[in-house]
């Protein structure tokens, strides 16, 4: 079942821009250039790109904030701005750069105002608070008030805030920024397990790759407003060529080298001792090659490095400067 | 929203949210017990200023434009009762362009209340209902004091014109915030049309110049705040020429303000446009 339906969306945003002493000049920018997306319930999405991509425009205009210039956008079959109410009490949000609980009060004061606010029944927000209780541990500092918060406990409170209502999609605006290494692994096991439940659908824009390999099964890549790749991360390291690497260490540097289809030596290192393979395309598997190395040479040590999502995502970034100049 | 516009449709959802929501205000509010206490006391001094003013006033001249002290009190008395509901309902509005500057409007699009409601809510201040207690004092020492000889539809008026004129104020109010959706440095423009609508509606119509008069007494509905009201409650004809019973209209006009506002109140809410980070 469709979720997230948006077709040749776009936001355009009108900045001035200085061009004399008090001359200042119009411009026009899409932030959002004609996106289509569609996601079905219980995806996860991880959606990334570099700063100013025209991730959080997106975000908002699926949260009902932003109106659209053009395109078409339904959100669990409502068109976000108009029926703004009524999608809001089928998603949550979690902007991660802005609160939005009660700066004054105790988050258990702003739980229960959002009992109110989304009428809830009883029963279900007890079970759904204490769930979140147990899992983020907000215990501790339930009764401090919001302004008095670190930003992880803060966090913390502000995915229980986006729950409490049993939203059927979640939308998470760098959730994680700015939180420390344990806060971060909190947060992400977290929404593993409200992924793993399984009908909720999630959305997760994130500069932090680890959140990315974590969470997601699908990753939209976009850039200058435009989505560049839509699927699964193996997918995107076959596209862009990340390669898995074999780094064998011997007890003596090999006589003639060996040479295989689909297989490149990185690097040798330890006077020909360490060297490094790299696998690419198919036709050469990582046993295959250890195999065959092993009629050669005595090994002494294996191991193999999966592609890091950072080097194929700054490869593609790195892409989009040799050839976005004139774009 | 979709039916709402700015006066939010009132469905049980609203009122169960809006209790709490006020209470959670209010508790906010007393941790800064100090600042509460001299905003209480402040805003009753403000309240019984106004009446000062036309006080001062008469002992200047016995009559302002043919009406008598006892007139004049009364219009006064009606515009502040009518701006102290206002302000005490939406007068937080003024406070939109902070939100839309800063983006914290963004936190308020994903909830499940109206704009204007959550905004109204989200800075309640108790000093404002100070005011109201005030100014609905000060109005009935007002009728008392000019005599009114009080028919049964007169009685309805005297109640009924402050909240038209409420209405027509909220509507000003509304109206003047939302061209911060527009224009963020608004400043403190809407400020002027508000606290300067509440003076001009205070004082006798004739007193002003023509096209002053005409922009604001018959272009925004001030008129019918106080003024037409009270000719109608003290059975005075119009000096202007105005029909005698013009002030029993003032829920007519204060209705077109208010939908007026409220086009512009959605139209903005479209035209926000967040911030960038
Ligand atoms: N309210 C706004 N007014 C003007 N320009 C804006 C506004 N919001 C965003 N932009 C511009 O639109 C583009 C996309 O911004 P957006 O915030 O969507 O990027 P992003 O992908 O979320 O970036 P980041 O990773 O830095 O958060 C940027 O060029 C930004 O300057
Ligand atoms: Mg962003």
Known sequence: ?327 | MASGGWCSRVDSRWLTAYGPLVRAQVRSQAQYRASFVIDVAGSVLFGVLDVVAVFVLFRVSKTLAGFTFADVFLMTALANCAFAIADLLVGNVERLRVYVRSGLLDAVLVRPLGVLTQLAVMDVAARRVGRVVVAVGVLIVAAVNAGLALTAARLVLLVVAPAAGAVIFSAVFVGTASVAFWWIESGELGNALTYGGHDFTAYPMPIYGTVFRRLLAYGLGFAFVAYYPALALLDRRDPLGAPAGLGYASPLVAALVAAAAGLCWRRGVRHYRSTGS
């Open chain 1, 1 to 327: 079942m469709t979720v997230i339906e948006a077709r040749a969306l776009r936001k355009e945003f009108v900045v001035r821009v200085k061009a004399g002493v008090l001359r200042r000049e119009s411009r026009v920018i899409a932030a959002v250039d004609g996106i289509d997306l569609t996601v079905s319930r219980g995806d996860m999405l991880g959606y990334i790109g570099p700063n100013g991509a025209g991730k959080s425009t997106t975000l908002k205009m699926l949260t009902g904030v932003l109106y659209p210039s053009s395109g078409v956008v339904r959100v669990c079959g409502f068109e976000p701005v108009p029926q703004r109410q009524a999608l809001a009490r089928r998603i949550g949000v979690v902007f991660g750069h802005r609160s939005q609980l009660w700066w004054d009060l105790p988050l258990r004061d702003s739980f229960a105002l959002l009992r109110h606010i989304y009428a809830v029944p009883a029963a279900d927000h007890a079970a759904r608070l204490s769930r979140c209780r147990k899992l983020l541990d907000l215990d501790p500092f339930l009764d401090t008030p919001v302004r008095q918060l670190s930003l992880g406990q803060r966090m913390r409170g502000e995915l229980t805030a986006a729950l409490l209502h049993g939203p059927e999609v979640l939308f998470l605006d760098e959730p994680t920024i700015g939180l420390d290494l344990v806060s971060k692994q909190a947060v992400r096991s977290f929404l593993a397990g409200i992924g793993d439940a399984g009908d909720t659908t999630l959305v997760l824009t994130t500069h932090d790759l680890a959140d990315i390999e974590r969470l997601c099964r699908r990753l939209v890549v976009i850039d200058r407003g435009r989505i560049v790749h839509d699927g699964s991360l193996d997918e995107l390291h076959a596209r862009y060529g990340s390669r898995r690497r074999v780094v064998v260490d011997l007890d003596a540097p090999l006589v003639t080298p060996l040479a295989l289809p689909d297989v490149s030596v990185e690097s040798i290192e330890a006077d020909g001792r360490r060297i490094t393979y790299a696998l690419e395309g198919g036709r050469t598997t990582a046993g295959e090659l250890v195999r065959r190395l092993a009629e050669l040479a005595s090994i002494r040590d294996i191991s193999v490095l999966e592609p890091a999502i950072e080097d194929v995502v700054a490869r593609l970034y790195a892409d989009r400067d040799r050839h976005g100049a004139g774009a």
